[in-house]
């Protein structure tokens, strides 16, 4: 069938608001939080139920139409970039959250609800989603699953991954496979779920899904640390892991350079003295204040005793908390300050993380003398976030730049996403972090659930 009549029988098969096609696209849709080379898609399609995603998927499957899912579209790899001649299937309508189910601690959610408005109906039935990341505003639930994505509190709740039951998925000639399992053990056959999270869109659209939910800690504990270097750092989070349990909550990395650039900044003060090897923003949760603070502080006296710490700023407050972690947070503020800047998202196992720094480090600076190189990370989880920036050069250098730093992750046995997925942008790239016999798997996959191709081409593979 000819793709040209593909909006044609889109439009008699669906009421007249689920589509939309050029300047009534906006803006919005043409790309994603990369702003990588903006393009109109063919379509927007706005689906309001599962039902209508699998008309819309069986029309594009039988014409053969290519087709980008988007959800809030705050991406970092260029996944929901759609091409001009394709068309672009956004969840933002699907946006229902439905009940909490207190018994087993569940919420099913449609897949177009932004991912704050699921922590709040959470937080409203006295349990915490054990998902958050800087984008919670805006992001939605699917993309999250869809990118597997990570965030600042994987050490105790886990990826998206860990979060997911149970999930309700349309393929690509639109059936709809509806698995939204509730249950904590169900070994019966493949556990399909886990094929569509962290596809990025490729293997099916997620229209729904079942996340299991926590318990609401009753108290938290931060405290901002200077150490000698990574070593002490890795000797720390052994120890907070084995005395904190699974009450570890955030792990944050910070090397000096990073450090200080960010309290060099308008609004962001150190509360720490002096230069130290390596900063680190701790925070445990728990279900006591009065033991939970003694058995932290207990821990921070041991560290500063055996030589791990150097300093220590302990939040007295919710304010101090904030304030700890607005240091942090201060990488929303780079694109303002480093706006040619070069940005990372890879992973290291803990025993290279030393080699890696310090080879990119040599390596950078043999380059491009003087350069920025701020490097941060959820070390617990073995991420690191590098940017590097070479002043002046208005990001000339962007490709040598990749080539060091993803030659390093290969060398070193690293991944080449720690978090943010392949998508678009780090797609030559794959082949670095992945076998050829995992990567040919993929295609086997992805040629059994999308054989012509139309889902989220150029994306991953
Ligand atoms: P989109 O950007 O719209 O899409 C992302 C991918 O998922 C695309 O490939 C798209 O095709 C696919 N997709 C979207 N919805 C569906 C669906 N329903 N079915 C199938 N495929 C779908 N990421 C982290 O992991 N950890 C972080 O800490 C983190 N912090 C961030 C902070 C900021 C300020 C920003 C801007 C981004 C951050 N991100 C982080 C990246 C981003 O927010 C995540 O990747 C997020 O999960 C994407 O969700 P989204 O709804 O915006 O998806
Ligand atoms: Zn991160």
Redesign the pocket.
Known sequence: MSSGNVIAALQVALPADRIRLGAEIGERHHT??TRMDPQCPRALLLPRATEEVSTMLRICHAYGQPV?????????VG??HPQAQEVALS?ERMNAIGEVDCSGGTITVE?GAILENVQQAALAADFVCGLD???RG???L???I??N????HVVRYGMARDNVLGLEVVLADGSIVSSLNKMIKNNSGYDLKHLFIGS??TL????RAVLKLHPQSRSTQCALLALPGLDAALQVLRQAKAHLGGGLSAFEVMWPSFYHFVTRLPGVDSPLSGDHGLYLLLEAQGSDEAQDAERFEQLLSGWLEQGLLEDAALAQSVEDRKRFWHLRDAV?EFPVFLPKRSTFDVSFPLDGMAQAIAQIEHKAEANWPGCTRLYFGHLGDNNLHIVIDVPGTQGAYAESIEELVYDCVGALQGAVSA???I?RKKRQHLGRSRSLEEITLMHTLKRALDPLGIL?PG?VL
């Not at 994505?149 to 600042?152: I, L």
């Not at 099916?204 to 229209?207: A, L, P, S």
């Open positions: 994603d939080w980008v899912p988007q959800g809030g579209l705050t991406g970092l996944g929901a969840l897949a990341i800087g984008a805006s992001c939605t699917g993309g999250n869809a990118t994505a990570g965030g600042n990025e869109g099916g659209v997620i229209t929303a978090e943010h997925g998508g989220n994306k």
